[in-house]
């Protein structure tokens, strides 16, 4: 910058012969050095509003932007298509290069001997690359873990109760332990009545197993979906990692992903080993869980996503559903079913045993925002499920019987 600003002086020699030509006068001397400073001057003030006239132009373009009138369109003013119309749409594009994709995905299983290697040595695995790889995983445990107990979490699901997802690693951990000690006295008691997270905690970490080798796998599809984005769900995934006797395997699509999560969590509690495995495959399954922008919005999930999401339950749990489901078709006119009478009906069933049963099923129900809740006119407490009938009857089919 002060190069351009101020050049470099001549030589003395020059200002010399410069002041030697002609006649030295005191006029002339004055003549000479304007004539020598000048080019000088007129550079830097050259620049110098160049420089000026940028900054200008700057801040008017600030000024103009700032004063000028906001648009009046909105997302409203959209005429959006009907959302099944739309799906039906984009599940009818024909898939390309299907040949390739299959091919690609096959050469990921001369990797799965270091993957499980990899697990063993007590690192999580961490999948990132484009597109959806929610069937390599599963094909992976499918085939290389079937000695270990495996766990599946979907994080592409909205709303996941991680306390839930807990217990039932927590229980899973306790029946491999179980079967391992069939021929030796062990506990006839869960060690972790009291369900409480650091108790959980504490028994997965625990030294209950004979070896080492012994673990849970838990695969959780998009780790970085919207069920699991609050920091609270990835501590306590975190923590859950580093128990000794828990594996993980998760996947990320999201650019932003390893924001996530800070320097211990990486390299300490998850403990990644990253795996660059683009598959190209569609995101399928986890697409049903989102709503589509163009589509009409509705707070009514579609029978489809809600066939899917009962898929992932239990089959008691889809019996109990089922029972509310043919209860709510013939009683179109009633704001709900009353609770005592869901769990007479699913008592009756030999659905439920209690009544704790059945609120574990109806706060599953809750999170996976299946029914909703609200009071009768009696002022019952009364669960309902937030679809037409036309859905319903489209459901039941698909539903446990």
Same mark, same amino acid.
């Given at each position: ?15 010399? $012969? ?33 420089? &000026? ?71 999580? #695995? #961490? ?14 445990? $499918? ?9 599946? +979490? ?26 391992? /000690? ?12 009291? /369900? ?51 594996? +993980? ?30 598959? &190209? =495959? ?42 509310? =489901?043919?209860?709510? #078709? ?16 699913? /008592? ?21 925002? #299946? ?31």
């Amino acid at each position: 910058r002060k190069a351009k600003l101020f050049p470099p002086v001549p030589p003395l020699s020059f200002l010399h $012969s410069f002041w030697s030509d002609g006649e030295q006068t005191p006029e002339s001397r004055t003549f000479h050095s304007a004539a020598f400073c000048r080019p000088a001057m007129e550079i830097n003030d050259g620049e110098e509003e160049e420089e &000026f006239e940028f900054s200008r132009n700057y801040f008017l373009a600030k000024e103009l932007g700032g004063s000028s009138k906001k648009s009046g369109r909105k997302i409203s003013d959209i005429d959006p298509v009907d959302e099944q119309e739309l799906r039906t749409a984009a599940n009818n594009l024909e898939p390309k290069h299907e040949r390739e994709v299959a091919s690609l995905m096959e050469s990921y299983k001369a990797s799965y001997p270091e993957w499980g290697f990899m697990l063993r040595t007590g690192f999580g #695995l #961490l999948m990132y690359g484009f597109g959806s790889k929610k069937a390599l995983i599963e094909d992976f445990a $499918s085939t290389s873990l079937t000695e270990y107990s495996v766990v599946v +979490i979907n994080g592409y699901v909205q709303s996941i109760n991680l306390k839930q997802v807990m217990v039932a690693i927590a229980e899973v951990w306790w029946d491999q332990l179980k079967a391992k /000690r069939r021929n030796s006295p062990s506990q006839a008691q869960q060690p972790f009545n009291s /369900r409480s997270i650091d108790d959980l905690l504490a028994f997965m970490d625990g030294q209950e197993a004979d070896d080492d080798k012994s673990f849970v796998c838990i695969i959780v599809n998009n780790i970085d979906g919207p069920g699991l984005r609050e920091p609270e769900s990835q501590h306590l995934l975190a923590r859950i990692a580093s128990c000794t006797h828990i594996r +993980i395997i998760a996947s990320i699509d999201h650019v932003n992903a390893p924001l996530l999560w800070d320097k211990k969590m990486v390299h300490t509690q998850f403990n990644w080993y990253w795996y660059h495995v683009p598959t &190209f =495959a569609p995101y399928v399954v986890e697409g049903v869980f989102f709503p589509l922008i163009l589509a009409h919005s509705s707070t009514a999930q579609s029978a489809k996503t809600a066939a899917i999401v009962l898929q992932s339950l239990t089959p008691n749990a889809q019996s109990v559903f089922r029972v509310l =489901a043919e209860y709510q #078709l013939s009683h179109p006119d009633v704001e709900g079913m009353p609770i005592e009478s869901l769990y007479a009906a699913s /008592r009756e069933r030999f659905l439920v045993s209690s009544q704790v049963t059945l609120n574990s099923h109806l706060t599953e129900f809750k999170d996976h925002e #299946l029914v909703k809740t609200r009071r009768n006119a009696d002022g019952q407490d009364c669960v309902y499920i937030p679809l037409a009938n036309d859905g319903l009857q489209k459901l039941l089919p698909e539903i446990n019987p």
